[in-house]
């Protein structure tokens, strides 16, 4: 099935933006792991609306209520079922689009593939509000990993052109996640909140890039060619909406570099073998080399814009225009850093009990 992803550790979403939930079920959980409720909600409201002064103003809380798979604060080993109920809808603001189809969503491709049985309802399972659970399960992962050495934290990279200082390429500091805008350069961040909402005032939208370092991932895991890390990675953060494009390490700027200058060189230091640099973000032949794992991915701006737009009238069979109604983010890249986080560390836990 589409919604279903892992080898081991296994994640299947369900429900629909308008519906009357939203959930997971998370199977391949080791047994007997504490987990932290009140750390996963945290965790959880980086993506809920509101932190932003400009973000939707669709008000859900992103309470995740946990069904099964968790006994005495512990995992049981059996699936793992949190749902999350939709509080807040607002189905007809989208009334007018079983006619008229979305520039930029999938409301043309989800009509072809599901011959119109799909709900079309703020996007329906194809919304962007299915991350909410996707985070819960990446929220669980993320405290098994930490609890194995292991830290998964992102930032906004860039936003309208707009860069973050660029990090070292080894670790981020934990409070970063703790901020309105998840930068490095709060004057960085000013300027990106500026363009965010000149965007808005202009009834328009930005896009950006989150990068995401993994740090204390062990050497030695993932398989070479069709199921390496690269593409077990990738095949998660593609399933993000709105995601266009992933990169490790140095990403397409290989390209320009000389293979002197690009060859991460090993050296022997007192905690064993090391490279002295990180441009394969840590990632040679399919399988992780000690190093920070490094991952982008390239965010397209929301498609969801007020401004008028060419669309076709599938009623009339003519061409049409449309100005949509709603509640939307004109950026959706600082609320989609937890979101990556979430996917990374949901894919390199299952590289983990795979083994």
Known sequence: ???????????SLFGESHGKGIGVVIDG????????????????????????AWSTKRDEKDIASVLSGLYQGKTTGTPLCAEIQNTDTRSLDYAELAEKPRPGHADLTGLARYNGANDPRGGGHFSARIMAPLTFAGAVCLQILEARGIEVRGHIFEIAGI?????????????????EMPVLSDEQGVLMAAAIEAARMDMDSVGGIVECIAAGFPAGLGRPIFDNIESRIASILFGLPAVKGVEFGRGFAVALAKGSENNDHPQISEKGIRLTTNHGGGIE????NGMPIVVRCAFKPTSSIAKEQDTI?????????????GRHDPCVVPRAVPIVESAIAIALLDLMEEG
């Open 1 to 11: 099935m589409s919604s279903m992803w892992g080898n081991k550790v296994k994640v």
């Open 29 to 52: 959980l080791p047994a007997g792991i504490p987990l932290d409720l009140e750390k996963i909600q945290e965790h959880m409201r980086r993506r809920a609306p509101g932190r932003q």
């Open 163 to 179: 860069q973050d200082t660029l990090c070292d390429g080894m670790s981020l500091p934990e409070s970063v996640a703790e901020k």
């Open 285 to 288: 032949g399919g399988i992780s």
């Open 313 to 325: 009238n599938l009623t009339t069979m003519q061409n049409d225009k449309l100005s949509l109604k």
